[in-house]
């Protein structure tokens, strides 16, 4: 009788750690898929944020074109002014680019 209690046992352990695989492998093939979808995610979010700075950058040399349109316009010392801070500006802006590809 003790034979047949430890065998039921065994085969309730076995089918215990049977059935506590699947799940493990389940909860892999879950965890997995979950990666996958926070790559396509951060990479989503990289593309829109690049698509923003370069919007922001357009945005920038519209309102520097503009401004320099407008003093062509009108020949007025402070649009004068402006447009010569907003080309030192990019100008500081280009040199900082030129510093970073030269590390």
């Known amino acids: 009788m ?3 209690d430890n065998s039921e046992k065994l085969q309730l352990l076995r089918s215990n750690v049977e059935r506590l695989l699947r799940s493990f492998q389940a909860v892999q093939q879950e965890n997995d898929i979950l990666k996958q979808q926070i790559e396509a995610i951060r ?4 593309d829109k944020t690049k698509r923003i700075e370069a ?3 357009q945005a920038e040399l519209q ?5 320099i349109a ?3 316009r009108n020949e007025d010392g402070d ?3 402006e447009v010569r801070k ?10 900082n680019c030129i510093a970073m590809l030269s590390e």
């Open 86 to 95: 907003r080309i030192n500006d990019l100008i500081k802006e280009v040199d």
């Open 43 to 46: 990479r989503g979010s990289a």
């Open 2 to 4: 003790e034979q047949s």
């Open 79 to 81: 649009d004068k002014t």
């Open 55 to 57: 919007l922001e950058q």
């Open 70 to 72: 407008n003093i062509a």
């Open 63 to 67: 309102k520097t074109a503009q401004t």
